[in-house]
């Protein structure tokens, strides 16, 4: 298979994964028009900047480890624009290789491809096949793989991988989970670092996580790289699908990796944000701040499109009205509409309210109830730190039942440790009567009082 032009032992491939092409966002709530219909092809066009990312690095060959459709019914229209944007890659010398994963076995789903584009390897779930690229009659890599024949596989396919022999970079694609590598994940093709590593290829190209995670490999190393690029666009309002989506761009260098750099090709970014109100005073102040940082969100964004949630935290002089029936509905109406929705633009998809209300300290010390009795006691002890100037005057008793107290729950491991790294009484304490007044219902900036 021919590839780019350049020298024979220098070269980049791109690694992509979890296209899940024509699929739309899924868990947030109505949109508007335009928001809608960004979303609707927002996968598609994340995809032809793929195609464009290796047309622009002049890349050898494009790797694509699983999951390029959603599901088994794999639409019309995600099958073509896959074609096609193959077929561009292929007229340009760009060989490509794909496995499928478990949303889109091959087994399942009606096929509205008949002949893919020359220079494309399509791999079988049959058994592990072995393809070599070659470029002006020399061999610069081999690309392994297997697809998933049915959704659910719970074999370790990795075993079925081994190094063969011959010239170039030894490449294996799989869509797999390492080690339980993320949550939220099914355990498809489980597998250990150490079974790729002990497979002897020197790049695994694998798929299934939706996060970019190097599990192992560094520049002219000798250990194998083990790499998930992470889906091409992000899908949903879960952790996983937070951030800058893509694929990574290898370099490869007689025949060892040279680098390997995640590139964004994402059309619009989920963001989840936790902003502290606490020093706010009304509503109007927090809606500048939603606005501000809905700024300076899309200056980072490098002109891509945002979905935003934002959580509110801290205490507030702005809680009691925060509080308020429809306040936080009618937040969100106000910043959704201080756009105007041209690209790139924002929208904000959920505000959650999680501040707390400012107390007076002195006022609950004042009181005849045990949050006052919580309070004194807290007092006392901050005197008897404040005595011995560090700290280490507390009673060592004392101490040591805190720190066995709260370390009870932890497994046994983390509690050596923490025990071992000793604490600060005077912060533990402050934390300790935070956390107590919090769960009364008795929450206040009590550093108010100098703690």
């Known amino acids: 298979m021919a590839s780019s032009t350049g020298s024979r032992s220098s070269f980049c491939f791109v690694h992509a994964a979890d296209l899940h092409l024509d699929t739309p966002f899924k868990g947030i709530g109505k949109t508007a028009a335009p928001v809608a219909a960004a979303l609707r092809e927002a996968s598609l066009e ?75 390897t399509v791999f079988g779930a049959e058994s592990v096949e072995a393809v070599p690229v070659v470029r002006d009659g020399q061999q610069i890599a081999v ?26 970079l030894q490449i294996g694609a799989l869509h797999c989970n390492v080690g339980g590598a993320a949550e939220g994940h099914e355990d498809y093709s489980p597998c250990s670092l150490d079974d790729l590593h002990r497979v002897g290829l020197d790049y695994w190209a694998l798929g299934h996580i939706h996060t970019t995670l190097v599990l192992s490999g560094r520049p002219h190393g000798d250990e194998p790289w083990v790499v998930y690029p992470g889906n091409l666009q992000a899908r949903s309002p879960k952790p996983s699908e937070r951030g800058a989506k893509g694929a990574v761009v290898v370099e490869v260098r007689d025949s060892r990796v040279a680098s390997v750099e995640f590139v964004a090709c994402d059309r619009v970014r989920y963001t989840g944000l936790d902003l502290d109100v606490s020093s706010l005073t009304s509503v109007e102040a927090v809606r500048d701040l939603l606005v501000d940082e809905a700024q300076s969100e899309l200056d980072r964004a490098g002109g891509r499109c945002l979905v935003l949630r934002a959580r509110l935290t801290g205490r507030s002089e702005a809680h009691a009205s925060l509080q308020r029936p429809r306040t936080i509905d009618q937040l969100l109406e106000s910043v959704r509409d201080d756009r105007e929705l041209r690209r790139p633009w924002c929208w904000w998809d959920r505000i959650e309210d999680a501040s707390a209300p400012l107390i007076d300290v002195s006022e609950l010390r004042g009181g005849s109830d045990f949050a006052a009795d919580l309070i004194g006691t807290f007092d006392l002890l901050v005197a008897q730190v404040a005595a011995s100037g560090t700290g280490a005057g507390l009673d060592t008793d004392l101490a040591a039942d805190l720190a066995e107290e709260i370390t009870a729950t932890l497994p046994k491991v983390l509690r050596a440790r923490a025990l071992s790294s000793g604490f600060d009484a005077a912060d533990l304490l402050a934390a300790g009567l935070m956390t107590a007044l919090d769960e009364l219902g008795a929450g206040e900036a009590f550093a108010r009082a100098g703690y």
């Open 46 to 120: 994340a995809f032809d900047d793929l195609v464009s990312l290796c047309l622009e690095r002049r890349a050898a060959f494009l790797v694509v480890a699983g999951d390029v459709y959603d599901g088994a019914e794999r639409g019309i229209r995600a099958q073509l624009r896959f074609r096609d944007g193959l077929a561009r890659l292929s007229d340009a010398g760009i060989a490509t290789f794909v496995v499928h994963g478990n949303h889109d076995p091959i087994e399942s789903g009606w096929p509205a491809v008949g002949t893919w584009p020359s220079g494309v």
């Open 143 to 168: 690309v392994h793989g297997i697809s998933y024949g049915r959704r659910e596989v719970r074999e370790n396919l990795a075993l079925r991988f081994s190094r063969g022999a011959g010239p170039g």
